[in-house]
């Protein structure tokens, strides 16, 4: 009987030590499953897009155009006036001041016959200082027009590329 405890006792002991090292082999594998600093980086970086992005549609949803243009690239487009002003008759845009009051005046008037405006991002992609923001758009809850919302980081912000007008504002539903 003394002889059958022993071997018991013995069984006992293996099974311990096989189940403390399956655990620590599971330990092993969530290590190695930890993402690298580059990935992190690179979600906060898609977070931080996508944060911009929805921040300008809400505020465009809450018709606060003056806040929505924070979130655009001004600067940008003023440059682009200007090159294009160089090589035409184009008069170019005096200012980032005065190009945020005519982005303000436009998105008013495009917003006036459109109803709730709603979102859902699908997802982003992020290269450099360059980032992309595919967003599907609803008015009145209705399905609307997926949009590629281009950004740029300027001075450690997000902001939507300025040469994208189209899409600033998705056209209502018909």
Not at 56 to 84: C, H, N, Q, S, T
Not at 152 to 160: A, G, P, T, Y
Request: proline share 4%; glycine share 8%.
């Amino acid at each position: 009987m003394v002889h059958w405890k022993r071997w018991g006792v013995l069984l006992i002991a293996v099974c311990m030590v096989l189940a403390v090292g399956g655990c620590r082999k599971g330990e092993k594998q969530e290590a190695s499953k930890q993402v690298s600093p580059k990935e992190k980086a690179n979600v906060r970086a898609k977070n931080a897009c996508e944060l911009s992005v929805r921040e300008y549609l809400d505020a465009a949803a809450a018709k606060d155009f003056r806040r929505a243009v924070d979130y655009i690239d001004v600067e940008e487009m003023v440059e682009k006036g200007r090159e294009k002003a160089a090589t035409s008759t184009a008069t170019p845009p005096a200012d980032a001041d005065r190009m945020k009051e005519m982005l303000v005046a436009m998105l008013e008037k495009a917003s006036a016959d459109g109803g709730e405006l709603t979102y859902t991002i699908l997802g982003s992609k992020v290269s450099g200082n360059k980032a992309v923001v595919e967003v599907e758009v609803h008015r009145d809850g209705k399905k609307g027009d997926q949009a590629d919302y281009p950004l740029v980081k300027k001075d450690s912000l997000w902001k939507i590329s300025g040469s994208a007008m189209r899409g600033l504002l998705p056209a209502p539903n018909p």
